[in-house]
């Protein structure tokens, strides 16, 4: 009977029926939101989808407080298209009670995507103090293999098993974005392909140019440890940065592919960094502008992202989702919320 | 100068520039969302595009207590496509202060609706007691002609220039759905085109079948005569009745002949009422199956609207603009919130 | 029948009750939110009610586009406790067909009032071009006398009557704040006894001394023309500014006697701006702490107001309504919504 | 340095202070709300405090699936004032990875609960198939001794330690209120304390009158297994059932004395059940009437639990927090939210 129970558990989340009320019993199983997924709207282009991602995420078989499954609840619930899950190779500081190995965690994380159809990425955090630093290796087949004493060692194992690194939040915890040798080494053998310039709640300026500088692709991610309501409790959709990645398809080729391509830009608090090609596509995919004739037009932001523009002395808001009238832009307008660089601002023109 | 202080009165809700900041004045000019539009998304079908419309409305130039261009303003903003100005003929309480003919409101109106490029349809309303009560003549040409003693001749004269007919509110004051002979006459002319199953705050059930009976088409429109955060002012955007008119484009003639060809729907308080055939294909629009192949199906809701479905004991709710997960449904589902008729609920196939 | 019917049209707004349905119409009046009054909290102190002001108004009878009466349902519904009546003198752009008095606005708005229990004060605008520009006079008792060439006559007139002057949006058209010598003139004859520090959408920091180096009140209006609803369109309750009176009690009265002892301060988009006195007091009335002696306390903040404030590199939100749980906080705090003059914030401490 | 950053991890849901920015880093800790509490406004009576309680949780050490610790975050973070932990003693389908005692997953909790000054109540659940069901034994001092064989063993140690019986969801998982010879025997000898006439998302009507027929005390608790932002996505706030307890003071004491006297009521999207005394009390508590001397009174609703009231064919709502204007009511009214038995509204009258 135990075991029915357990069943019956698991399956609650991912039932959307609701037996509706006799005189015996009322039910209100619709209140369990579980079964609903914000869709967080952000165009495509060129082709691709935009693929709203998180490649850093722990579990309390880390340092976190949430149970696996809840990961994938959560990020289908919210919208995103993928997550990795990345719990310290080193730091469990609940291993006392929580007893086992390192791939436990996405296994048990596995079998709830399944359910949900979401994409869930094999990954852990490699975790040293400075001067390495933290890295996650994503895209790995066997995170035990990876448990070794020297941390160069274990890039090599991760990068053996298809592996991709990123390094993690380079301001952290010193707030000193500081590159050192050992970096500089792993950049020039190609085997650090991506950095978070946004981590959990804070951002990195100094790190804005390094994704072209190095050939790497930014990130924002959250390194989420409590459960995301707690973490990012106001519940603005925004407040969760992620992972914008271009992508051919829905699927975890293809998020690979994109990312071996530096298809990427980093979301956080309504900002975003990355390369300016993606940048002017992205608006230009989320604006739509329907000139009225009579020296003002209507710009519709069809996406989530709400823009800010300005030129000269004037402030253009076009808010996601909705329409904005405005006199006839013409010339190159100043995003505020879009940055190719630290203090570099795209300038944007409406064709 | 006071010239110059009118002009820039009447601009400013179309202006979307705001000076930024200096020493001595800070702006904040984006807080004035008049210059902000909601988008409604409800999809189209069979290539006609979804309008918003509310045929009929008010304002100070007879009972109601704002000035015409506001009309325009509100419905802009709120994401209507078109509306009809419907000043009474008869009842103007405010006219020992208001002086003005009665084409005197859809002409200011109409100022305003060609800065915004927005949809104005010129009316009027007629105004009786029972058992004759209410009509709005819509797509008139000059309101002052139907100003005459016998309501029966003011019909005519709107006929003649063009016009269409509305039967308002057929249960207020009295409560009472009465179909009078007058009516039955006017019906069995072709006079009366459409017919109000909703109005204000208040539906009619008993005239639910009308649509199909006599060949008219159903409308839920406001009357509205104060403004709109006030009589509807919890700001739900469903709480603002409105006609759904399924036309080739956006345009007052597409309006026109939509409405000749009855492709409406009637839609308040989350309730869809008119013929099957539009009601099923406005779901099919609406609502995006994906299996996973696990026994569950995604369905992502790409409208406005949350539908509510049951089938035996369970309940399936498909919130606006969320993707649920449910099991694979096959067979008829009974929606809740769509009605061919008086207590005659939609069923609906997955397919 | 038709003053039958306009008794029910003016009726509607202030009856909340609803007929329930039956089979022949279904009644949705509950949705009409003109009876319901949101109420903001904003604690009193010294024995004083804070009163929510606004003193600055417009309807269609000068250059607004409303009735007078909205202006009283607006108010009340958005929780204010006062507003005074002010159509301009000489700027009456629909004056070829809205033919009144001067007094004609207050005496619509004055029954809607009485309705309510609602305070409204008599007031019209003086409205000149720059130096003098506009001033409000309210507590007056007959507008039309107002109405003479001469505007520094009319300031007269109006303070024969009982009335109190306000000098409007000082910065404004020119973005500007400047001092000619008629107002330093009036100043010092003690015939202005308030101004406006902000007004509509824009702030006036130049003048943010003046309240204490001339002895007269701040304040911030709306001097609104459109629906609230349109001109402070996003509904965040702050968005509309107020002026904050310290009254013995809840009367036209009270109100008068606070204004003459310049017990005010003035409030938009979040800041606060006057007597450092009153800024104390008000935050001390609405920040409650509890320590809980493990090196923490709570501050449970029992205002709709958010004040944030600073200590070296610490920030320190206390959102309206919530309780934050911060450090036990020693020392002056920053606060960084709060200003008694030009770039001076409110130092504060807790107790 | 393990140490060092496990401790970091600990401290920061429970530090509001952020650091600025500067060049290297942009801090937005403000955005981790578990810093900020809030506020649920339920007035008291007779002297007695409201407390808003949940005395049925579970978290992955049973078969939920969060940390201890987040229960504490969460429950001070709705604005709870006390919940028991009440974690499964038979059923742990998580115990081949989670190894530890009964008593762990409070002490973990209870030191969260320690840095919030939350009110943490030592509980455990005893587990069987119907006839017996599911109870839970809170106030206890350890829980390991609870797990014998026989249950009714089990409440009896539970009682020897001072404990406090709950007769858990009566109507799971059989859809079936059955009051069994065993529940009748139990509650002859005094030793069923309370019942759950509303549990998780199901509310079991035929159990409405047990709290007099019997004199236990009605609850309505979550029986949590996921994040609360989960297992009641959309937040609003009533969504999250709970136990309003009537006590002299905020701590653990003066709960265990309330309920021994049995002063608390049931709540639950939106419905009150319990005794008449103490809705009418509640009520009373809640909604201050002004009689504005024209045939209306204004209706202020301190709290945010919303009245609905009718009497005849008038509806009456009082939205939490608002003010609600209604004609001047005498007589009673039904309370549609308010019951006392099942099927049994309160009569409530103005006096």
Redesign the interface.
């Known amino acids: ?2 075991r029915l ?2 069943l ?2 698991l399956a609650l ?8 009320s ?18 967080i709207a952000i165009p495509g282009f060129d082709g691709y989808h935009t693929l709203k991602c998180d490649f850093h995420i722990h579990t ?1 078989f880390s ?5 696996p ?2 990961r994938v ?2 990020a289908w ?1 919210e919208g995103l298209d993928a997550i990795a899950m990345t719990d310290h190779l ?2 469990r ?2 291993s006392n ?4 190995g390192h791939n ?1 965690s996405f296994n048990i994380a596995k079998e709830e995507a ?4 979401f994409i869930l990425i094999k990954g852990t955090e490699i975790t040293r ?1 400075k001067p390495l630093g933290h890295l996650n290796a994503i895209f790995i087949k066997d995170a035990d293999k990876l448990d070794v004493d020297d941390p160069l060692k274990a890039i090599d194992i991760a990068l053996e098993q298809g592996g991709y690194i990123i390094w993690n939040h380079p ?1 952290w ?1 010193d ?3 500081t590159m050192y040798p050992v970096h500089e080494e792993l950049l020039r053998q190609g085997k650090i392909s991506a950095y978070e310039l946004y981590n959990c ?6 790190t804005f140019d390094w994704y072209k500088e190095y050939g790497i692709a930014p990130m924002a991610n959250t390194d989420i ?11 603005e959709r925004w ?1 969760r940065p992620m992972t914008l990645v271009f992508a051919t398809e829905r699927s975890e080729e293809a998020i690979r592919e994109a990312l071996d391509a530096r298809r990427a830009l980093a979301f956080f ?1 309504g900002t975003l960094v990355g390369d300016a090609e993606y940048l002017t596509k992205l608006i230009s995919a989320s604006l739509k502008v ?1 000139n ?3 020296g ?1 037009m ?1 710009v ?1 932001n069809i996406s989530d992202i709400t823009y800010t523009m ?1 030129q000269g ?5 076009f ?1 996601a ?7 006839v832009l013409s010339g190159e307008l100043k995003v505020r919320n879009c940055l190719y660089g630290n203090g570099k601002n795209l300038m944007y023109s409406f064709e």
């Open positions: 009977m135990k129970l357990f019956l558990a989340p991912v039932m959307a029926n609701a037996q509706m006799n005189d015996d019993v009322h039910k209100y199983d619709h209140t369990n939101q579980s079964q609903y997924r914000n869709e309390s340092d976190g407080s949430v149970w499954s809840v609840q959560e619930q080193e730091y500081p609940h009670i929580v007893k086992a436990e399944d359910r949900y159809g103090g301001g915890p707030n000193k974005s709640m804070e951002s990195y300026p100094l440890h409590g459960p995301v309501a707690i973490d990012y409790a106001d519940r407040v608090h329907r009225l004739g009579n003002r209507e519709t300005d002395d004037a402030l253009y808001i808010p989702g909705k329409t904005a009238m405005v006199p």
